[in-house]
């Protein structure tokens, strides 16, 4: 049996955090949308995305929410259970920097300007 899913790290410019449950994550791929009329299909339309990684990270004494609220320019990777790595590039955080106290739970985006999937070895 091969390992699918379940661990993760996080790590932005070389800062590992701790993440919290779910994270997910878009390469910023085109959408495409069926364009549909009354009398058949007439083709379809792309949209861009952003690509992005999102989730949780855990609020801890060595954490600067400052910091993290205005972080720009960030390189940013998910490396995921199955081996695989998700890299985003030229990232800024895009959350409002909402932290929960029971759990010190910190919402956690990073939107960037391209990201790639590298495939485990």
């Known amino acids: ?13 070389g800062n590992v955090v701790d993440a919290v449950g779910d994270f997910s994550y878009n390469l910023g791929k085109p959408k495409r949308e069926t364009l549909v ?16 990684i999102e989730g949780e990270i855990r609020d801890g004494a060595e954490i600067d929410l ?3 609220c205005t972080l720009k320019d960030v390189t940013a990777t998910l490396a995921l259970a199955n081996g695989k790595t998700i890299v985003l590039k030229d990232a800024i955080y895009c959350s409002d920097g909402k932290v ?22």
């Open 1 to 13: 049996m091969n390992r699918i899913a379940g661990y993760m790290t996080l790590q932005y410019n």
């Open 37 to 52: 009329g009354p009398d058949r299909i007439h083709g379809y339309k792309e949209t861009p995305q952003v690509p992005y």
């Open 66 to 68: 400052a910091t993290i």
């Open 100 to 121: 929960g106290t029971g759990d010190a739970n910190i919402e956690f985006r990073l939107e960037g300007s391209r990201a790639e999937e590298v495939a485990a070895e």
